[in-house]
């Protein structure tokens, strides 16, 4: 504003109101949507250019912080993070776990213009009935990967991270993932998840304890980088992970074992005391679009939950072996313990992180 209108005593009130209009009137509409976007969000799982449109198209400045686990988001958020992000992109068993906590804000009916977009089978899940937190992002598998240079056997069972051959002890890596590792031990063993049985949970943490000394290392953002550069010859690995370390030179075949896997879904939710609450709302509405949520499955490699993505793409997706599991083993999703037993888990999984 021209400072000489602020100054000048001698105008008259209603001569004040119309230049503070002619100015405004100047002010380009886009103005009108200016403002921040604070995004929580995995490591390397969405493009910058879908960012950077998204920020170009609304006028928003976006800025994104990364975490490594589902774990991880929980903790940041409880150790006082809340309110300083907008959304953020928990997987399905932690979405139930934020909301029981208080931790997410409901996102009303008819705030999402493209909420028809959602899948009809991502649309009423367990975790979040009807959708009043969350809306689908991608969705995927968690299983292992092996360097077929190294080992040419039999890997159609989980024997590969708990019981491994010579070839491949001392050289696997695992995801830095309470939950995920958990369900992958359990299943190894045949048990339910969120076990009570003492002899069951004695069984696992055996399990467990004998198997670390076959580990070089734990780490969910190195998954791909360590096959890749070869410092471990099998690895814990989420799906679209296995598929870009393929593409980036290594000889890898991803594992969907008889003893099953972990199917996920991750999704965006709004936060509690988001500070730009519109601009969360905006930017969930943006992933529904086919067109933007395509853009991070042609990226990530997993698969969307949205409708009409098809035509967007990369037709390489269709033919990707990780893409495409068999008809055997079933997959299950990470099962949410009470507390107690929850409590008894987090101790297994402090004594193996030792």
Known sequence: M???????????????????????????????????????????????TLLDKFSSEYGVEVTMDTYDSNESLLASLKAGKLGSYDVAVPGDYMVQIMAEGGLLDTVAEGELANAANIEEQWLNVPFDNGRKYSIPYQWGSTSFSVNRDVYQGDISSTDILFDPPAELAGKINMLDSQGEVMVLASLHLGMEQCSQDREKLKELDALLQGAKQHWASFGSDIAKD????????????????????????????????????????DNVVLLKDAPNRDNAIKFMDFLLEPENIAAVTNFAQYSAGVTGVAEFLDPALASSPEANPPTGPAGSFV?????ATQEVYDQLWTRLRK
């Open 335 to 339: 099962a949410v313990c009470d507390q």
């Open 2 to 48: 021209n400072p000489v209108l602020l100054s000048n005593q001698k105008l008259l009130p209603t001569a004040l109101a119309a230049a503070v209009a002619a100015v405004l009137a100047t002010t380009p509409i886009m103005a009108q949507a200016e403002g921040k976007l604070s995004i929580y969000h995995w490591f390397e799982y969405i493009p910058q």
């Open 226 to 265: 360590v096959l890749v550069s070869g410092d471990a010859a099998a690895g814990m690995i989420y799906n679209g992970f296995s598929a870009k370390a393929r593409e980036e030179g290594a000889n890898l075949e991803y594992a969907y074992p008889d003893e099953g896997y972990v199917v996920w879904m």
